[in-house]
């Protein structure tokens, strides 16, 4: 509520009355990392961390806009020659032209936006912004006609066209499409997609952000795609979904070593999030634990995207006892994600604190997270 009078009251300030409030949510990935590209499967959800927006049509063709967050105004057309200069606010112009690209209605409007997504985390807050415009825009404009899954292509468009960001799909779909208390398993090549329970009553989720990110010079992210498609071809098949650790084996002499044990960790990745699933479906939180263990161990060691900070928190897991533990996200920095039972949680934080500190001289950030609904109507323009 805290976030919404603060938006409310700016609101009222800048433009008169109110408007109706929008959010979408940040997200985080249970299991499933580096497998969108290799036409495999994620697991994401959404989470109870939001951008939220308090948005009314102005009968201009003018879209006026502020950030409290960074304390900014931008004003924009619709065409699209009147593309904003602030990086932010593309985001918004962006998701209203790929609207307007696909057929849509979109008019001027006022908009006062905030939110609680911790930026730098590997939480998502361009797709959680471009998810509550776009959801705002097919309520305000368009009476909810343009589905979901196409809000979510909206704002990968989005990214695509008017941000410079060639990303998959999957922030913008657990944006959209997150329920409370589920996960989700997207196929990424056949965009099909899957509710799975997560409501683990003994145990909290916590991510712990390392506050480092390791740049690499030499196109780390490429050159892992280029051997996983140097294997593909290698096997006569389209991506490495089709690929099973025999086949691997049978080729292994003909490929490089590198190349190997990246196949071998996309491979392995994607068993990994069908067991998890299975061990979801039976309240099998230990399973799931284990696997996320796993999943940490081969993209530090087969895919090497680790770094020193995420190995030590990795281990310091361990030692706690947590029952889960792996980097998020691409790697080189950010957070672990961390599934820990109640009763050890404080311990283990008073841990990382203190002992990352020690040793790398500043403290982790902790971001303890719900699984939650995704883009939504918070409520209507009338007070």
Not at 1 to 23: C, N, P, S
Not at 124 to 153: G, H, P, W
Not at 330 to 359: S, Y
Request: charged letters at 30%; a negative charge; one cysteine or more.
């Amino acid at each position: 509520m805290e976030l919404q009078e603060k938006i409310d009251k700016t609101f009222e300030e800048r433009f008169g009355g109110h408007g109706a409030v929008y959010a979408s949510a940040g997200r985080i990935n249970l299991i499933g990392e580096h497998t969108d590209y290799n036409g495999g499967f994620v697991f994401p959800g959404a989470i109870d961390k939001v951008i939220m927006a308090e948005i009314r049509p102005n009968e201009t063709d003018k879209v006026r806009v502020f950030s409290i967050d960074i304390n900014d105004y931008a004003e924009f057309g619709l065409n699209e020659e009147d593309a904003p200069e602030a990086s932010w606010a593309r985001y918004i112009f962006g998701v209203a032209r790929e609207v307007l690209k696909r057929g849509g209605v979109v008019k001027g409007f006022d908009a006062v936006f905030a939110g609680n997504v911790p930026l730098g985390a590997g939480l998502s807050s361009s797709a959680a912004l471009e998810s509550c415009f776009a959801f705002a825009i097919n309520d305000m404009f368009n009476d909810n006609t343009i589905d979901k899954f196409e809000l979510a292509r909206i704002g990968q468009s989005t990214e695509h066209n008017y941000c410079g960001v060639n990303c998959g799909i999957m922030d913008q779909f657990a944006s959209v499409m997150g329920q409370k208390g589920k996960l989700m398993r997207l196929d990424c090549r056949s965009m099909e997609f899957e509710y799975f329970p997560f409501e683990p009553k003994d145990y909290e989720l916590v991510l712990v952000d390392s506050r480092v990110k390791h740049e690499l010079a030499d196109s780390p992210y490429n050159k892992r795609r280029q051997s996983c498609e140097r294997v593909a071809k290698r096997l006569g098949i389209e991506t490495l979904r089709d690929a099973t650790m025999e086949m691997l084996e049978a080729v292994k002499t003909d490929i490089t070593a590198e190349d190997y044990f990246r196949a071998k960790f996309v491979i392995e990745e994607k068993d990994r999030v069908l067991a998890v699933c299975d061990a979801l479906n039976a309240g099998d939180y230990e399973t799931v634990g284990r696997k996320m263990y796993e999943t940490h161990r081969g993209l530090s060691k087969d895919y090497e995207v680790s770094c020193e900070e995420l190995d030590f928190l990795n281990d310091l897991a361990r030692e706690c006892g947590v029952t889960g533990s792996r980097i998020m996200g691409g790697g080189f920095g950010g957070c672990t994600i961390n599934l820990v039972k109640k009763e050890l949680l404080p311990h283990f934080l008073e841990e990382v604190r203190a002992r990352f500190n020690d040793k790398y001289g500043h403290e982790p950030q902790i971001y303890e997270v719900i699984i939650s609904d995704g883009a939504r109507k918070v409520c209507d323009a009338a007070r």
